[in-house]
């Protein structure tokens, strides 16, 4: 015991931890949101205590001196009684933040901005309720470096920059809650100098421009993840269609890109049909791709609506990002373990369209998966980390795993009913591999645990007829 201290101490502590324990911290009563959603890769991604349904992105972007300014105004329904709650926010600085229109004290650490609303809108914060909240924000946007080594987050190009979030990389140009699993529609107004253009998702719904800069405002009705959305900014030659069922479609090219990408780019609304056709409605009101200049990224990301591509795609790939909208997209992971969910019917995208358009039995494709050693690393439902979440067991055993569902049903327009099924029930949703498997036993009316344990969990490599 410290000699120096008075003898009410003990009566101030304890009254202290009663208030703490009633949660009552400093005037604002409840409890604060939980830090990370503990997803089983990324412990610390996302955050509890709040559900946000629309983000309000103002972001002043000058490519040259690599800057950005941004305003996020997040509307968020409060699943507890919030005291205080996070976002994830990467390297930018915060300049002011306020909940309900107060001034809100933020604190930081790393990658996480805690907000503590002022006690005056305490009852704004009690479970059910919907409150809004405005965060100021600046600095030098930085690419984020994942556990495999890619660049995400935003990325400079030649002439502008793009920003790509899949699994984490969100974060490095707006505060959120950014985890899979909390989906939100977005406004994205994005101002440039001139002459260069900012592309997002959804629809283009209005274009200002005053003193030789232009703000584009994008907006996304459709629930969508945080890690699909996206700002590209640029010299684009832009082009807006319909297809005959009325999907909206825009596509911005890198002129570089444009000659090696027209023809390609011309096969959206067929794929689309044919995708369709397949897989059920198209989940969303707009389409279309984002297509860089090769260098300006390494990889190409299915960012909503229009998914952007490293240079001019190949049909296989086009192919490949558009099955995203409805594998991903709409039906989203619950968490990124469910990753393979994305990829298998992606890839499995791949080999019907090289069936019916390339004169490539699916079988075809499935042995050429089989016989690739790098499928069998690990089991698709399980990567041993987060590093190998985009490694080939993910896609090329995942897109197996979907063929031997066909195979046992022995029954091709069941199984395909089964794919539209699912994408039905989980349309706009998330959804996991236990949602998955359970979907797929109850549908079919089979007991597929021998299935499950061989080819979507199992360690080793089964026969190829088991």
């Not at 699943?79 to 926010?89: E, K, M, R, W």
């Not at 825009?250 to 044919?274: H, N």
């Not at 050693?373 to 987060?386: E, H, K, S, V």
């Not at 236990?434 to 009316?445: I, L, R, S």
Request: glycine letters at 10%; proline letters at 8%; charged letters at 20%.
């Amino acid at each position: 015991m410290n000699p120096r201290t008075p003898p009410a101490a003990p009566l101030l502590l304890v009254l202290a931890l009663a208030l703490l324990g009633s949660g009552c911290t400093g005037g604002v009563e409840g409890t604060p949101g939980a830090v990370g959603l503990r997803d089983p890769y990324f412990p610390g991604l996302g955050n509890g205590g709040y559900d946000v349904t629309h983000y309000g992105l103002k972001l002043d972007v000058d490519p040259a001196a690599g800057q950005l300014r941004g305003t996020a105004t997040i509307t968020a329904r409060a699943t507890q009684h919030l005291s205080a709650f996070h976002l994830d926010l990467a390297g930018l600085d915060v300049d002011s933040a306020t909940v309900e229109g107060k001034p809100a004290a933020v604190n930081r650490a790393g990658k996480e901005l805690t907000i503590r609303p002022d006690a005056s809108v305490d009852d704004r914060m009690r479970e059910g309720r919907t409150f809004t909240t405005v965060v100021r924000y600046s600095g030098s946007p930085q690419a984020i470096t994942d556990a495999d080594g890619e660049k995400e987050g935003w990325l400079r190009t030649a002439d502008g920059a793009v920003a790509l979030g899949e699994p984490t990389g969100s974060m490095a140009w707006f505060p959120g809650n950014h985890h899979p699993s909390d989906k939100a529609a977005y406004d994205i107004e994005v101002t440039v100098p001139d002459p260069l253009t900012a592309v997002s998702n959804g629809q283009l719904v209005a274009r200002r421009t005053e003193n030789d800069r232009t703000a584009y405002h994008w907006r996304t009705t459709e629930p969508m993840a945080s890690y699909l959305a996206t700002v590209a900014v640029g010299r684009f030659t832009t082009e807006q269609a319909r297809t005959p069922d009325g999907i909206r479609l825009f596509t911005a090219v890198d002129p570089e890109s444009a000659a090696a990408s027209k023809d390609v780019l011309a096969e959206i609304p067929a794929v689309l049909a044919w995708s369709q056709d397949r897989f059920g409605p198209y989940p969303f009101t707009s389409a279309g791709a984002i297509v860089e200049r090769t260098g300006d990224s390494t990889y190409a990301l299915e960012t909503q609506n229009r998914p952007v591509f490293p240079g001019p795609p190949d049909t296989g790939l086009l192919v490949h990002e558009l099955a995203h909208q409805w594998f991903g997209n709409s039906v989203t992971p619950k968490t990124w373990r469910d990753m393979w969910l994305n990829e298998g019917f992606a890839t499995y995208a791949e080999w019907l369209w090289a069936a019916d358009h390339d004169d490539v039995p699916v079988e075809e494709s499935f042995d050429e998966a089989y016989d690739d050693d790098a499928n069998w690393a690990f089991p698709p439902a399980a990567p041993p980390a987060a590093l190998d979440l985009s490694d080939p067991p993910v896609y090329g055993r995942g897109a197996m795993v979907v063929h031997k569902i066909r195979l046992a049903m022995d029954d091709d327009k069941a199984f395909f009913a089964l794919v539209r099924g699912w994408t039905k029930k989980y349309r706009h949703a998330n959804a996991s591999t236990g949602d998955f498997t359970a979907y797929v036993e109850e549908e079919t009316g089979q007991d597929l645990t021998g299935l499950w344990d061989a080819w979507l969990y199992g360690g080793s490599r089964p026969p190829r007829e088991g």
